[in-house]
């Protein structure tokens, strides 16, 4: 625990701003497409449960000793090591000569690439747990102009009052594992989300706020659809967020595999 208080601030934080839930191969194996993340400094507001990649934040810091540069690893490199030893409990009672894709992977890969790679990044997902494509916007000087356009449209807005309730699941239910869903419903649903993580691409790319703010909204739409209940129907929360969306060009929850 003081090894985790002692780096909190140093080790990268991460938001997925659109598209999460694709790097899960169950979901991006019915419709391909990208998770956007973007890495960025601590700040006072980011908490746990949240949807900022706590957990494997702390599993990061436990792994790498808290470095805030892993000089002997390319940063994929380092995100695949903490992707592995985080889902390394799931394969705990298997034999390894029979892992196969049924088994249950716990932390999706846009988390351990999101805290890695610098700047704003473009993750593919195409049948598979990793991205088959990765566009990474690290360069300082050549993309200084999207920073800073980013920076200057993007509000980091903390709900007001206890988000999570106790024995919060975010996929009960979860439609695309409902086999009473047809898989054509599946499909628009999670081709829904690949198209809003496309829009919020092409938003940053751009620094287009009307295509940005769109990927944010359809992003939150697509995810009340194929996972409820990380959208709910909570009157306090719904009146809440809708007056954001009212009032700019899209939101968002930061929530991805937790949640809201």
Request: overall charge positive; charged content about 25%; proline content about 5%.
């Amino acid at each position: 625990l003081d090894v985790l208080d002692k780096y909190d601030k140093i080790f990268p934080w991460r938001l997925c701003i659109s598209g999460g839930w694709m790097d899960l191969q169950w979901c991006n194996e019915i419709y391909p497409g990208p998770a956007i993340t973007v890495n960025v400094k601590h700040n006072k507001h980011f908490k746990d449960r949240c949807g900022l990649a706590t957990s494997t934040r702390k599993d990061g810091i436990k792994l790498f000793n808290g470095a805030k540069k892993i000089n002997h690893l390319a940063p994929i490199e380092a995100a695949r090591l903490l992707w592995g030893a985080e889902n390394m409990p799931s394969f705990k009672d298997v034999n390894p000569s029979h892992v196969t894709r049924k088994y249950k992977y716990i932390a999706g890969s846009q988390d351990h690439l999101g805290l890695f790679l610098p700047g704003i990044n473009y993750l593919y997902y195409n049948g598979s747990h990793w991205p088959k494509k990765i566009i990474s916007l690290n360069d300082r000087e050549k993309y200084n102009d999207i920073y800073k356009w980013f920076e200057s449209v993007l509000y980091l807005v903390e709900i007001p009052f206890e988000a999570r309730p106790k024995g919060y699941s975010s996929q009960n239910p979860n439609y695309l594992k409902d086999p009473n869903v047809s898989y054509q419903e599946k499909r628009r649903m999670v081709r829904n989300l690949s198209f809003a993580a496309e829009s919020t691409w092409q938003g940053i790319i751009n620094k287009d706020i009307v295509k940005l703010g769109k990927g944010f909204s359809g992003t939150m739409y697509a995810w009340k659809e194929m996972l409820p209940a990380t959208v709910p129907d909570n009157q306090q929360l719904t009146e809440w967020w809708k007056e954001y969306e009212k009032n700019s060009y899209g939101c968002l929850f930061s929530g991805a595999g937790g949640g809201y």
